[in-house]
C-alpha cells in the first residue's frame, strides 16, 4: 500500500512501491485522504485526490502492476491503521514529507503516525 498526497517524495514512494510489487507479482493499493479538517469545497478535493491516483494507477500500469484505488474522507494522520486493515495490505511505502515538506524534521506527521500505528512494516521514502 501507498498513501500518496501528491508530493515529490510521495511520487517517489509510488515508483518504489509499484516496483516491489512488480516484483513480487502482487496488487498495490494507492491511498489519498482527504482530510476531513480542510475548509475547501469537497469538489475540489474529490477532484484533485482523484487526479494524484489516477495518475499513481497510470505508472502502475504501465509496468503491469495491478493498482486499486482508494480514496476517502477522514484524518491522513489517523486512519492509516484502519486503510491498512481493512485492504490487508502487508507492507506501507510512504514518504518521508509531504506538501508541508519542513525539511528540518526527520518526518512529516502522516508519516510518523503511520509508522507508529500501522501492524505491517513500513518502508519510508525520502
Ligand atoms: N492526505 C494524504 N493521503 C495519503 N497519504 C498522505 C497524505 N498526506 C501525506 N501522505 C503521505 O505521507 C507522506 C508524508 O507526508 P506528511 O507526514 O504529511 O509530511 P508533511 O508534514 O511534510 O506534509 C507523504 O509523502 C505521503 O506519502
Ligand atoms: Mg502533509
Same mark, same amino acid.
Given at each position: ?34 482530510? !476531513? ?25 504501465? !509496468? ?47 508519516? !510518523? ?14
Amino acid at each position: 500500500m501507498v498513501p500518496t498526497d501528491g508530493s515529490k517524495c510521495s511520487l517517489k514512494a509510488e515508483d518504489i512501491a509499484i516496483s516491489i510489487a512488480k516484483n513480487f507479482k502482487a496488487k498495490l493499493v494507492v491511498v489519498h485522504v482527504i482530510d !476531513e479538517k480542510l475548509i475547501y469545497p469537497f469538489e475540489v478535493l474529490e477532484e484533485e485526490g482523484n487526479t494524484i491516483l489516477d495518475e499513481a494507477a497510470r505508472k502502475g500500469k504501465d !509496468e503491469g502492476v495491478d493498482v486499486e484505488q482508494v480514496l476517502i474522507v477522514g484524518s491522513p494522520a489517523h486512519d492509516m491503521e484502519k486503510i491498512v486493515e481493512k485492504t490487508g495490505a502487508d507492507l506501507v511505502v510512504i514518504g518521508t514529507h509531504g506538501k508541508t515538506g519542513i525539511r528540518k524534521i526527520l518526518m512529516g506527521s502522516v508519516a !510518523e503516525s503511520t509508522v507508529k500505528t500501522v501492524k505491517v512494516p513500513v518502508l519510508l521514502v525520502k
